[in-house]
């Protein structure tokens, strides 16, 4: 593939500011850009390095206005990393795709599956499973009894679907993924032990919904444990028994969210972040890297620290935790004054 | 199945409050609760639910005393949770189970294996590999050469048992996990590389173990990584070579306990918990989520804190910690009154 | 096998106190020892045992100098820990290796494999995957197409290799370990939903690493993510798309690090540490466990805390931290002279 500048202004509805007839055919990143590539500036922390960029053509927000002399040709557009990735799915699209099925595989005999579907070798349908159409299913995959499998779907090699899961359309699921592993439920007994109670819910999980690798999500002790429309879940993430996801909640690397918790829509954890069990986060919430929600958390709110509180409080906590050894010797410092006057 | 509340009272030694005659086809969460349901309630949290709910029968603990009318029929138990917990066990063993041996498999010549056994698709049976009567091996689990497998274990898809592994009756081992992966040991060298450890240990898991999705379990260095009696491990839990777990130890998701720890019998850990290498924590200790254990634990110590300390100590440092903005005010008070007096 | 005291001793070029021609046929944990083993003290912590220590030959450090009388055969070396390793690699040596191809697999008709290779049942080498010789590719293995693995390298059982991934020689993956699944990227919509940025660059992994059980690491938006040389990431560690880490550089378990961060050679991290995206960490670099590095790292620093900050600092801060109810008790105490002062 090869592009000019010119076309490539020209789908994206952008500005061009620089020689319209330079060619690209590959894309870098702007730190490492080289001549004959396309690379994007979104993010501020980055400014400094269009200047020196050995890339041929640069995307940039309309808003941005250089400091000195860019030598790459820009191409202004409204949002440069939406542009970008506009033009990411343009060369996506242009990747052949895998088709067809491949042996060994295991296909119970009242397993389905629709049109066009890749069914990878060593993948395993169990009985009654149904596979929508389009679906890739990649090597190693296991879907147990009873689980369906919306149309669009791609399911990387190795992912583990228990039985009776249901996974909407256009959804991604990463390599490793576990989906409906048993809720961590046991009831303590008289002698020290635990007896397990049996989970016999499943994990519903709607469209547009992406999986990252060897996250881990519980069936319900009863009912479904809820991932809604359009959810984000980076790699390592741990969502336990009848949690409830709402929609458009991202949640980033390593987050772990305790049983039976309920997350509103449109909320983002951090990476390392966590919840406790049995509350309530509404809609819109923020919760910090490494921090933990252990109350009820209102809409709207961001929160950060161990035990999260208001970050805006947080802030004003921490400004002052950092100087506490200043805060100590102020206080051993007007103790002795105090005692000086005291013994006059 | 359907039961009626009256089957299901005498089942429990319960007694009955309301219609004996109702029927029952299903369970269902409290809060979720459908005519033709039982659900019960066991956690003082979910009570208000008991005056609104659709289920028919809900199952309480035989102190509750309920604040108004409840229209549901009622059957009181000694617990709750329990009860539900046995009524589960019997819907779980109505359940067909999964027997028999699918193709295509590799099952080594030296390997053998007990009567009644489920063996899945895709999976892999090492050369002297030993596995019990009433094991349920799901596809693509891998035992490698020597491993052990005791009678009526279930070990779900893509868990991977490393050589060498003994892992007892009972135990119930979820997708993805991983038994028995090299310890992480290297030789700093002078020119700052590091030189792999050999790691010819073990990892010995006894009866009544449970192991969540996607946790791993180092061996040994030498001698044995030890997960003791009727241990439960959650999802996404790291267990460090040489550790040693206690009977009854129970570690939510997350966890992490480094190397050459040792931890005693019926020990809780939270959530993204964790323990630093080469400590010894007693029986009986509770380590808040989010916590970590940095030095010896005596028995029956509830801590909690990055630096987990006592939680009453913790609690009364955290009281101050939160409030720290107003210290800091009182603080530069004083300072300023002080500064008057000493001009006067 | 079995060897003597004096045997060893001439091996590993060290000094013998006690009885040369003992005979060791195993190796133990000090705290462990029984007769006819071999055990080493290279950790201060464990000093005490060597005196009960029933193993029959003890390594040690040139520098030790017993307390009181050690019962044990002595072999001094310069580095008891190095000794160890170099017996453990002979031990290691000794044990016949994997090689042949098992049945079925799946190797693509372009994929390419080198002399005496392991290939597992049920590993899956896909269009153009490149294999070296002496490579070991245990059972539920997916290579992806186009993917290379450089001479030497071992990769276990359900480990996931997406497509384009480059892996040197020498390495070491982990079962369930996923390179190269995509990046956490997607873009904000005006209607609250995420538009997936496609995720089109791959990761490279130079020679001599070792990847623990489960842990992911991202591919680049563009570019790569960069594993360097020598470098160790122990179970469950995420690492995010377009980081790279440098050589020898060393991370335990859960350690999370998100996006475009770039990490120095020679850094440690401890276990459950994390570092925030957008980065840059220096050379010899130390995050406490369980802390989180959230802006750059100047070389040689030593960090800890949630919000980590110089380690020496961190102490001093932390000392006041878990004394302030007592700061708290002060500063009231300061408040009521105060009073009693302004009244006179």
Same mark, same amino acid.
């Given at each position: 593939?090869?592009?000019?500048?010119?076309?490539?202004?020209?789908?994206?509805?952008?500005?061009?500011?620089?020689?319209?007839?330079?060619?690209?055919?590959?894309?870098?990143?702007?730190?490492?850009?080289?001549?004959?590539?396309?690379?994007?500036?979104?993010?501020?922390?980055?400014?400094?390095?269009?200047?020196?960029?050995?890339?041929?053509?640069?995307?940039?927000?309309?808003?941005?206005?250089?400091?000195?002399?860019?030598?790459?040709?820009?191409?202004?557009?409204?949002?440069?990393?939406?542009?970008?990735?506009?033009?990411?799915?343009?060369?996506?699209?242009?990747?052949?795709?895998?088709?067809?099925?491949?042996?060994?595989?295991?296909?119970?005999?009242?397993?389905?599956?629709?049109?066009?579907?890749?069914?990878?070798?060593?993948?395993?349908?169990?009985?009654?499973?149904?596979?929508?159409?389009?679906?890739?299913?990649?090597?190693?995959?296991?879907?147990?009894?009873?689980?369906?499998? $919306?149309? =669009? #779907?791609?399911?990387?090699?190795?992912?583990? !679907?228990?039985?009776? /899961?249901? @996974? +909407?359309? &256009? %959804?991604?699921?990463?390599?490793?993924?576990?989906?409906?592993?048993?809720?961590?439920?046991?009831?303590?007994?008289?002698?020290?032990?635990?007896?397990?109670?049996?989970?016999?819910?499943?994990?519903?999980?709607?469209?547009?919904?992406?999986?990252?690798?060897?996250?881990?999500?519980?069936?319900?002790?009863?009912?479904?444990?809820?991932?809604?429309?359009?959810?984000?879940?980076?790699?390592?993430?741990?969502?336990?028994?009848?949690?409830?996801? $709402?929609? =458009? #909640?991202?949640?980033?690397?390593?987050?772990? !969210?305790?049983?039976? /918790?309920? @997350? +509103?829509? &449109? %909320?983002?954890?951090?990476?390392?972040?966590?919840?406790?069990?049995?509350?309530?986060?509404?809609?819109?919430?923020?919760?910090?890297?490494?921090?933990?929600?252990?109350?009820?958390?209102?809409?709207?709110?961001?929160?950060?620290?161990?035990?999260?509180?208001?970050?805006?409080?947080?802030?004003?906590?921490?400004?002052?935790?950092?100087?506490?050894?200043?805060?100590?010797?102020?206080?051993?410092?007007?103790?002795?004054?105090?005692?000086?006057?005291?013994?006059?």
């Amino acid at each position: 593939m090869e592009f000019t500048a010119f076309e490539i202004a020209t789908f994206l509805n952008g500005e061009i500011i620089g020689d319209p007839t330079l060619k690209i055919n590959n894309v870098s990143k702007i730190e490492e850009g080289k001549p004959g590539t396309l690379t994007f500036l979104a993010n501020l922390k980055y400014d400094h390095f269009i200047y020196d960029t050995q890339a041929s053509v640069v995307l940039v927000n309309e808003s941005f206005i250089p400091e000195k002399e860019v030598k790459a040709t820009i191409i202004k557009v409204k949002d440069a990393y939406s542009a970008m990735s506009s033009l990411l799915d343009l060369y996506v699209q242009s990747i052949p795709k895998k088709i067809g099925i491949e042996s060994p595989n295991f296909v119970a005999s009242s397993a389905k599956y629709g049109e066009n579907v890749y069914l990878g070798a060593f993948c395993y349908l169990g009985e009654n499973a149904q596979i929508g159409k389009n679906v890739k299913i990649y090597p190693h995959v296991w879907v147990g009894d009873g689980s369906i499998i $919306g149309d =669009n #779907t791609i399911i990387f090699s190795g992912a583990k !679907i228990y039985p009776e /899961t249901r @996974i +909407g359309k &256009n %959804c991604i699921i990463h390599a490793g993924a576990v989906i409906g592993s048993d809720g961590f439920g046991f009831a303590p007994q008289e002698n020290g032990s635990y007896k397990k109670i049996h989970q016999i819910g499943n994990v519903v999980i709607e469209d547009d919904v992406e999986i990252g690798a060897n996250t881990a999500i519980d069936c319900a002790t009863m009912g479904s444990t809820m991932i809604k429309k359009g959810v984000k879940l980076d790699n390592l993430v741990q969502i336990a028994h009848n949690v409830v996801v $709402g929609e =458009n #909640t991202v949640m980033a690397a390593q987050t772990g !969210i305790a049983g039976s /918790t309920s @997350i +509103g829509r &449109n %909320c983002t954890f951090g990476g390392q972040a966590g919840a406790t069990g049995h509350i309530k986060i509404g809609n819109n919430v923020t919760i910090a890297g490494k921090s933990g929600a252990s109350n009820n958390v209102p809409d709207n709110k961001i929160l950060m620290g161990e035990w999260a509180m208001d970050v805006s409080k947080y802030r004003r906590v921490y400004a002052v935790f950092r100087n506490l050894p200043e805060l100590f010797m102020e206080v051993n410092h007007l103790k002795k004054e105090l005692k000086k006057l005291n013994a006059e």
